[in-house]
């Protein structure tokens, strides 16, 4: 999961592709088009879009940026190289980086937004603008908007990143320009709230190395790692937090998505075919990584053509891993990918924080929230006093699961309010 630290070679270009991308052209699971007849420059040209437009500001890059750097020319990746500690990493398949800019409140609620992308990208290297709109139950999934992201509810701000990336040791992309239009349209169907599925958890590891949204891993960490960016939070938050339990529910520990992995990138599994990326054909809730291993579906192998050695459609941290689930090999979980669902949402301060079964520290543990995570709050009661960083108080929080955290450790919550239990 690291880049390594030294500078990317310049590469003249012999040819050039210059990019304007729209709905019209450029499929929804596809990133930027990059392999043009060599010496041949392609246009695209923007069909029209109403409503509200702007640009993304790609020239402040800073602390939740990962691997991206702003020169003369453009936003282009840092390291041009991909590390490869793991056969499940996919960043040994390839280089990849990211720029988040800052949210937009919009003038009106949309349920459309649009990117145009003016870009240099040579062969084998790949562009794409994904965007993510707030509603009162918190942020969307990542959605790509060069094919037009659309929202089942209407949003009202958003916010876009850039991803760019590379095969190993290649050639960079330059981004020139994005910019972004929003309007109403048709929604889609969402998807069933509160989505839940049985999937086989491996273990991360790698501490030293760096995530994809650019965390350091830490020793006994608190993280999970999905096979797809649209459930990928921004560093330091859980805009995007899982559930995940043993088998026989004895534990439980709700993580942030910090990582992109195990094996895939592009396999938001836990969609239905109208909506998820890749692999249309399978089962709502069972990952690709799943089905290659035990059915040699596509061959046996993942998306950059590796054989795919065990069905893992999760990867834990190990102080999720070891401490929160107190698993000693890697093992079937349930996951509760926690955005699909509704209702307000408690942000964890400070953790990792014990969840217990009663509002009091004198009974038992049934595992973690890890900090930043997101915890789905039904209601409130009024148990023992705690001073926390936050706050002293008696009011206790019943999670989703029936279990209890308490209010003293809880920065914010959103998505409603809560009631009395």
């Known amino acids: 999961m690291s880049r390594p630290r030294c500078r990317t070679r310049s590469v003249v270009l012999a040819s050039t592709l210059v990019l304007a991308l729209t709905a019209a052209l450029v499929p929804a699971t596809s990133p930027v088009p990059t392999t043009p007849a060599a010496g041949h420059t392609l246009t695209l040209t923007a069909a029209g879009a109403g409503g509200e437009r702007w640009n993304a500001d790609l020239s402040v890059v800073d602390r939740d940026d990962v691997n991206v750097r702003r020169s003369a020319a453009g936003l282009r990746l840092r390291e041009a190289r991909a590390a490869g500690h793991s056969p499940r990493s996919p960043h040994s398949a390839v280089a990849e980086g990211m720029l988040l800019t800052a949210p937009r409140t919009l003038i009106r609620p949309a349920t459309r937004v649009r990117a145009e992308i003016t870009a240099d990208v040579p062969s084998g290297a790949t562009v794409e603008a994904q965007v993510r709109g707030w509603r009162a139950s918190g942020w969307t999934e990542w959605r790509a908007a060069t094919a037009g992201a659309v929202f089942d509810r209407p949003v009202s701000r958003v916010q876009t990143r850039v991803v760019l990336t590379a095969p190993a040791g290649g050639a960079t992309a330059t981004v020139r320009g994005v910019q972004l239009a929003a309007d109403a349209t048709a929604a889609v169907s969402a998807a069933t709230p ?31 790692a999905l096979p797809s960016r649209r459930g990928l939070a921004p560093l330091n938050s859980g805009d995007y937090t899982v559930r995940v339990c043993t088998t026989t529910g004895s534990r439980c520990e709700y993580a942030p998505v910090w990582d992109v992995g195990p094996w895939n990138t592009r396999d938001d599994y836990w969609n239905p075919s109208a909506v998820r990326e890749n692999w249309k054909n399978l089962p709502q809730g069972r990952p690709e990584a799943q089905a290659a291993y035990q059915s040699g579906y596509n061959g046996g192998r993942d998306q950059f053509g590796r054989t795919v050695l065990n069905p893992a459609g999760i990867d834990l941290a190990d102080g999720t891993f070891w401490d929160g689930l107190q698993l000693t090999t890697n093992a079937w979980v349930d996951v509760a990918y926690l955005w699909t669902g509704g209702g307000p949402r408690g942000v964890v301060g400070d953790g990792p924080l014990n969840i217990r079964t009663g509002p009091s520290t004198s009974y038992p543990a049934r595992g973690l929230a890890a900090r930043f995570a997101n915890v789905p709050i039904q209601c409130y009661v009024t148990g023992q006093s705690v001073a926390g960083p936050y706050r002293t108080t008696t009011r206790w929080n019943r999670l989703a699961t029936g279990q209890y955290v308490s209010h003293a450790y809880i920065s914010a919550v959103y998505g409603g309010s809560v009631p009395v239990c």
Not at 194 to 212: F, K, N, Q
Request: hydrophobic letters at 35%; glycine letters at 12%; aromatic letters at 10%.
């Open 194 to 224: 509160g989505l839940t599925y049985r999937v086989y958890a491996t273990r991360i590891g790698l501490v030293g190395e760096v995530t994809a949204n650019g965390r350091t891993v830490q020793p006994r960490d608190h993280f999970a």
